[in-house]
């Protein structure tokens, strides 16, 4: 019984990884963080919390009693219900696209999981029908070959080739600085954007004796030199033009 719990958690957590190690071939991962893979492994468990006999259900155990007594495993935990809710707080807490989505993933992936291997899960709990794609035996050969399968799936990322990979992870085009000059200015004060302000196209952003100055260009000012020259300052604004910009 120890062996299949241990197996069922090992699984989970293989095809937990799977998402996030693709995730950062794919560019849609920046870093694979200690924080952002603990994240992603402990919600790839946390369906599990509705059974005192699972790893989560022991770090929780009042709490995974209280399920097991009042719903029953893979019930409410593995449900759309389930699901909705981890959103909700992915969202609410996290930066979505950088961490929480990567949260969400991890536990779709257990319940995914768990409809094929066992009997199924509850999607639209509290009805009682099931869902499963295929129905392998829960601690038999058929979930060993199905972890061995997720550990294939989980390091092929880390066996690509770095030029297949730069293939698949295209570097970001980062559009060329746009300069803008500013002289006459009468002092610093005249001009009115710091480094990393977003600029308008038509926007006033100095004054100078010739009365103010316009930017000709929208995007982000990525950099600011000013040099003075006896009583007259002049200024070069560097801005990051927008890739939709015209």
């Not at 007594?69 to 996290?94: D, K, N, P, Q, W």
């Not at 992870?169 to 500013?182: D, K």
């Amino acid at each position: 019984m120890m062996l299949k719990g241990f197996l069922s958690s090992i699984t989970h957590l293989v095809w937990g990884a799977i998402g996030l190690c693709w995730g950062w071939v794919a560019g849609w991962v920046e870093e694979l963080s200690p924080m952002l893979i603990a994240g992603c492994l402990f919600c790839a468990l946390l369906p599990d919390i509705d059974t005192t006999s699972s790893i989560v259900g022991r770090l929780f155990y009042p709490f995974a009693k209280h399920i097991e007594g009042e719903y029953g495993h893979r019930t409410i935990t593995h449900s759309l219900i389930a699901i909705i809710t981890v959103c909700v707080i992915c969202v609410s807490l996290f930066d979505f696209l950088a961490f929480g989505v990567w949260l969400l993933v991890g536990y779709v992936s257990h319940i995914v999981l768990d409809m094929v291997v066992g009997d199924g899960v509850p999607l639209f709990y509290p009805a009682r029908i099931r869902f499963e794609m295929a129905r392998v035996k829960s601690g038999g050969d058929g979930e060993w070959a199905v972890m061995a399968l997720g550990v294939f799936f989980a390091f092929i990322p880390f066996a690509i080739p770095n030029e297949i990979h730069a293939v698949i992870t295209p570097p970001l085009i980062t559009p060329e600085p746009h300069e803008l000059r500013i002289n006459n200015l009468r002092s610093l004060s005249d001009l009115f954007i710091t480094t990393g302000d977003e600029i308008t196209r038509g926007e006033i952003i100095a004054r100078n004796r010739l009365g103010y100055v316009r930017s000709d260009v929208s995007g982000t000012a990525h950099k600011i030199t000013c040099s003075q020259s006896g009583n007259e300052t002049s200024c070069q604004i560097f801005v990051l033009p927008q890739l939709a910009d015209d």
